[in-house]
């Protein structure tokens, strides 16, 4: 037991240190009226950039819709493209009808992910300087775009985090059990210091970038085979000298993921352990932590054997729950009632890092897509540029490319 005592407490003070952080996070993300500047005053830009927004979409018809209306109604968004990535429902039709520029993406190549490929597809047929990419169950709100395109003038790549449309007490509280798991293992959003680049995190619901330095980085080919696909891509750029922000949207991001407890579970769960962008020693100091200083203190409380530091770290928890009420947006009981869940979290994660999900959407990829080191693929015997080379598909409006070499990052590039 005593050794037990001293793991916790050495859990407990990681927990206080990653928490301690957001005392000073940065600020959220501000609306920009279209017709403002998208640059800050010292800069000597003063027209906002052409952004382009990509959303990849695979059997998306059900929750498409809010997204693009919201897009297309915005005078900060350029174009949007749709990337059919395979469907077989009607997304295209319904993306084609609302006004979007639908691109019929093209077979998925060996060693790729179709988010990864979808992506990379949008991007070269983009015509924006700047390009945000979003979900399919993204809800931006007015004033979002602009506020991307603005706070790349301190970032090469940005993502943030929104707030969720969680219905349910049961599905909101097995959710924000899951959140807290992040943030136990890599502290708040929007932390003034940048991490080590190998626990950099970000959200793929929403990111922003610019076109030609992703282009010239070939960013989505680095982590073709990453089911873990957002976190991939922050950790392989920051290695390479990328400024890779993660910020709070405040108001301007809402997204639904999820339908039920189950979805939550099901879904979120699969990715939750970043298992093939995290390496064994941190998997199993993730592990701990969660253990330790989240489903412990829960269990001994249920079996009426709690000790002082158990009664702290249920006392921390429980602020973190009541932090946590911003991140939704109509939070209920089932957010305060979410550290009832920790054991289970605890669970899923484990389960996730022992057995890692290989399938998403219909499709099923091969063992060596989860766990291949970054930046790399094992699978299969063509380059990147062998499997990205040609076409990457019809568009279905007219337009030509914007020219190669427009803008240039500042740097990593």
Known sequence: MRALTVLQAAAALAVAVRLARGRHRLPALNPVPADAPAHAPTSTRTAPPRVSVVIPARDEEARLGPCLSALLADPAVAEVVVVDDESHDGTADLAARLGAKVLIGAPLPEGWVGK????KQGVEAAM???VVTLDADARPAPGLIGALATVLDGYDLVSVGPRYMCEGTAEQALHASFLATLVYRFGPIGPPTPPAPHRAVANGQCMAFRRTA???VDGFARVRGHLADDVALARTLAARGWAVGFLEAGNLLEVDMHDSA???WRDWGRSL???DVTGPGWQAADLAVVWLATALPVLRLASGRTTRLDL????VRLLLAGALRGSY???GPGVLLSPLLDPLAALRLTQTTLRPARGWRGRVYPAATTGVRLGRVTT???SARATADGRTGRVTTGGRPMPPGRTAARRGT
Do not use: D, F, I, Y
Not at 116 to 119: D, R, T, Y
């Open 116 to 119: 990864q490929w979808a992506l």
């Open 380 to 382: 299969g015997g063509r």
């Open 262 to 264: 189950a979805g939550v």
């Open 329 to 331: 947006t109509r939070p």
């Open 128 to 130: 924006g300087e700047v």
């Open 214 to 216: 992703m282009l010239n």
């Open 312 to 315: 702290g770290l249920l006392a």
């Open 273 to 275: 352990s970043l298992r």
